[in-house]
């Protein structure tokens, strides 16, 4: 186990002395901090700082010194709004200052994704991205789509705010064998749920795989609406999409 002295950047180490609690947490988030390279952790510190003039800076050389974008992505913008969250949920900070890291994050994103996302290869299949009904967060539905769109899929993205017709409509209009579902709340989960049932009434169950994600979901919820599969990452999300197009359809 690492500890907090193997974390070079002076920023993330008060941060995490400063509004790290829970044992677990503190224990996850040195080892994270601990194996990223010190100018990943910078990376994350401008981002928690919600500096986004500094991410945008600090992304661009590092890709530009030969740095892998997943790297980027994984130690520098993933790490940082880890800590951003832990903040969050604790009253530390609110929403004007998740805003401020969120705006760092896709500042970042924006040079990440073109790299993400250039597969090079021929498309492998279409699938359907959405947050669903009444959320409002995109980050990790938009890092999935990149990841999807860099393994060759071809991605419509429906946005934040998903209603259940809006998701039908899109697998009917681009006969999409595959539906992705984000949901960040606990309140906007259900409606997951109620797309599926949606699905079932308009008789197209058959005809689409579903797999849904978010921070809050898990397999057993998952499996208890009726979902085909659930990722918890951006990886595990194109692991799961591959999955579905090779499973023959009367396992479906
Ligand atoms: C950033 C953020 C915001 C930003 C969103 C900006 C944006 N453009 O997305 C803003 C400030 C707008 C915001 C608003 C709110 N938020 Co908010 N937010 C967050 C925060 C800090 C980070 C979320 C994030 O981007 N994480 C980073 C990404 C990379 O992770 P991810 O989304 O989980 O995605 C990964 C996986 O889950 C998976 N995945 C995601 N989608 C999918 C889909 C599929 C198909 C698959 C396979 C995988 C997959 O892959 C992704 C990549 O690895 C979280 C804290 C947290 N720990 O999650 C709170 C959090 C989600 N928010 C919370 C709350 C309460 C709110 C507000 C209600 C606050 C308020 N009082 O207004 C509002 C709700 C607005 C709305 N209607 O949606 C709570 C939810 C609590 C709960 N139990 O429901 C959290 C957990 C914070 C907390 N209190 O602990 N928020």
Redesign the pocket.
Known sequence: MASINDIANEFIREEIEEFLEEPDEIARTIDIFAQATPAMQTISAALIDGDHHTVDELTEAALEEGIEALEIMDDGL?AG??I???K??ENFIF?PE??A??RA??AGMAYIEPILSESGIDPIGTVI?G?VK????????N??IMMLRGAGFVVHDLG??TSEDEFIDAVEEHEAPIL?????????MPNMGKTIDAFIDEDLREEVKI???????TQTFADDMGAD?????????VA?AKQFLEEPEEEW
Do not use: E, N, Q, W
């Open positions: 993933i709004m880890g951003v969250g832990i969050f949920r929403v998740v805003l890291c969120a994050m896709k991205m947050t009444g959320d409002l967060h995109d980050i990790g539905k890092l999935c934040v705010d992705g579902m984000s949901a960040l709340l606990t309140t906007t797999m849904v994600g978010g921070a809050p979901v599969g659930y990722g918890k990452d951006a990886l595990a999300c799961l």
